[in-house]
Nanobody, 126 residues
Framework: QLQLVESGGGLVQPGGSLRLSCTAS????????LGWFRQAPGKEREGLSC????????YYADSVKGRFTISRDNARNTVYLQMNSLTPEDTAVYYC???????????????????WGQGTQVTVSS
């Protein structure tokens, strides 16, 4: 059974950093598009970054470019999202998603992904 489990969320002060993890089970993260999304209360789910595990190419939304970094650890079957310079506007539930049938350079629309984790809360507050 294909599962994605996020971890690493929590409370952080403005300007701080967090690293989120997304560990896959039931499948190997080869030839998948893996995306990170977030959803704040009352807002739509926002695509942040994605990685094409066939060639490890990455893509970032303008809202996080230069602050967030997506990466992959093959041995752990895990994808990370390193988040720096966090602001209160980054407060949201963060989700990872995967799909093996995205045949394009990048995908940041939530409806393009079939497999989702349960989410992890990130709160940026002093």
């Amino acid at each position: 059974q294909l599962q994605l489990v996020e971890s690493g969320g929590g409370l952080v002060q403005p300007g701080g950093s967090l690293r989120l993890s997304c560990t896959a089970s039931g499948f190997i993260l080869d030839y998948y598009m893996l995306g990170w999304f977030r959803q704040a209360p009352g807002k739509e789910r926002e695509g942040l970054s994605c990685i094409d595990t066939s060639d490890n190419s990455t893509y970032y939304a303008d809202s996080v470019k230069g602050r967030f970094t997506i990466s992959r650890d093959n041995a752990r079957n895990t994808v990370y999202l390193q988040m720096n310079s966090l602001t209160p506007e980054d407060t949201a539930v963060y989700y990872c998603a995967a799909d093996p049938y995205i045949y394009k350079d990048y995908a940041l629309n939530h409806y393009e992904y079939d497999y989702w984790g349960q989410g992890t809360q990130v709160t940026v507050s002093s």
